[in-house]
Every structure is written in C-alpha cells, then in structure tokens.
C-alpha cells in the first residue's frame, strides 16, 4: 500500500463519525476523492457521493458506509455518573473500563466507563447491563457535569484507535464500515492515476446511518436510481473460538473478500463477478444469508423499479468491538476485485435473470 492511501486510512479510522454525526468523517473522506472525481454532492442527513462523468445516462454505484456505533448520554444523576443507551449495535458487554470522547459544544470531554473491583461483586449477578454501566468524567454532580457542555443527547465514542498486528492485521474501532469506503476511495484513485476512462456515470457513495436501519442508503438509492449497485462491508470471520461454522459460515481473515449469495444479490451480476475474480486470479470466498444480508446492499436491490446488486465483504474479526480486525491482502483484493469490475462492465448493459 502506497503511503498517502496508509496515512489516509489510518487517519479515517481513527477519526470519529458516530450514527447520526458523521460530518467530520466524511470531510475527511471527501478531502481525498476530489482529486480523483468529477464533480460531489451530499444530501439532507449527510451521505456523501463523488461522482465520475456525470452526464452520462447509465449510473453504476460503488458503496460503503461511514457510520460507526457510538452511544448516547441517557441520564445524569444527582452524583454526577452518567448513564448510556446506545446508538447502533453497541455492545455494552465491552463497555467496562474503556476510555470514551463525549462530544460536545466545547470539543471532547474525557470520560471512562466504570466498573466495580471483581472482588467486590457478585460475579454470577453482576454482568454488564445498560442499567449499570456508568460513565465518570470526573465530576461530583449533575450540575457540574452539565457544566461541561454534557446533556442527554451528547453522543459519546470509544477512544481507541488503530494499529497493526504481526504485519499483515489492520485492528481499528470503525473498520465496519469505513475500510469499505477506503476500498471505495482507492478504486477512484485507481481509475484516475492508471488513466482509465469509463463509459458510463460512477457514483462514489459513502453512506449514513447503516448501523441504524440503513437509512442513508434508503434515501440515495432512490435519488441516484442507478443501473448497478456494488456494495461493499465487512463480514465475520468465524475462525476464533465462540463461532458455529454450520450456522455462520466458514469465512476466514487472508482467503479474500466474500462473495455473498441472497435474495438481493442479482444472479447474473453475481456470475459476472465470480468470472472477473477467476479471469484475474483475485481469491474470493462464498458466504449465504437468509431473508435480507443486513447491508445497504438490501436498499439498493429494492430502490425504485430494482437495481442489479451485489455484496462484496471484508472478513473482519471481533465486529462491533474496539478491536475490529481484518488482513491487509482482502483490502487490497478488495480494491482490485472492484476496480476490474468497473473496466470490464459494458455501458448500457441491462441485466436480467432471463437469460
């Protein structure tokens, strides 16, 4: 990996951009694709869309989401603890002890999650709860937290940051899903720097609010109304302990990004993209999901009359954790997969599963 992509993607990790307020995140990410885009817009709640030939009549989306889980303060009490609900799929069995960023007016306020000695609980009664984990940012009251500029409301982020593991693991708090939107960012880097020239209009999409519903993908899928749709987040891998491979599939780290099969991917769209990565020698793995992926890929499928999609996945250990987990190669992989997919596709090409 070139050494602007690196700093770029350790500085995007590492910069919070919760459900909801993802604004300096995606500056941040817009900042890098300029260069590399035709024209950019953004919509009401934040999404964000680089766009490469923007007259023309086909449209192919590549997509990521910037959101990442977070937490919001709930209730002060009269002692000054401060109580949480979360923002997204945050796991308050993680919470005890970390380091957090309450946002505010005024900047970050420093806090920490408290928890009780292990000899001073009961430990088969005493688990990680909402109604008892507390934040301490150091106060004796209620009216001195306020004074911070802390309110219920105030969206709060975990303090952890990247690095690297053995040389080959990338280990962020954000990677679902912002190493989509680098994968994304690179492949229009690519497209620029190697000169290609596409036939048809490429909407660069970094999303909002994925980790809540998909929303942002509800709300662009149906502006944009593309032609095609590739989607890009994290999967699990299910090589450590606590995973059932019957049930969750046999995914692991450095084997290649996932090819995901369901009722939103596209047949045909999939068959071209299992052609591409053989034609190209780039190592994939398969991965099945039942009713919906859980991925913005579901909106995408479903905007207006229908649109072509399909899922491209990073395995990823410990998601929705500080420690979030992937290999370097599947993002590398990750980038060529797309990259060979957009020079390969045909303008105007209309898919159909009648053929």
Known sequence: MRKESFEFLKNYLN???????????????????????????????????GVINPDSDYKVVIEAHADEISWFVNYINDNGYIYVRENGGSDHTIAPSKRVNIHTDKGYIKAIFGWPAIHVRNKKEDQP????????CGCKSK??????????????????????????????????????????????????EKKRKLKFGLYIVNAVQEEVGLKGAKMISRRIKPDVAIITDVTHDTQSPLY?????GDIACGKGPTLTYGP???????????????????????????????????EFAYSAEGVASALISVPTKYMHTTVETVHKDDIENSIKFI?????????????????
């Open 129 to 136: 709860e909402l109604k008892n984990i507390i934040l301490d």
């Open 264 to 298: 939103s991917i596209h047949n045909e769209l999939q068959k071209m993209l299992i052609n591409i990565a053989r034609k190209n020698k780039i190592p994939f793995q398969f991965e099945a999901v039942s009713r919906t992926s859980g991925t913005d890929t579901d």
């Open 244 to 248: 059932d491979k019957i049930k969750d």
């Open 143 to 192: 009216k001195e937290v306020e004074a911070l500029g802390i309110h219920v409301g105030s969206v709060v982020t975990f303090e952890d940051e990247f690095m690297i593991l053995n040389k080959d693991y990338y280990v962020g708090r954000a990677m679902d899903n912002r190493i989509g939107g680098f994968i994304i960012a690179e492949v229009a880097r690519m497209l620029k």
């Open 15 to 49: 910069i919070a951009s919760p459900v909801g307020f993802e604004v300096p995140g995606q500056k941040l990410w817009l900042d890098y694709i300029i260069p590399y885009i035709n024209t950019h817009y953004s919509d009401v709640y934040g999404t964000v869309v």
């Open 339 to 355: 990259y060979e997919f957009l020079v390969n596709l045909k303008s105007g090409h209309r898919f159909s599963n009648f053929k």
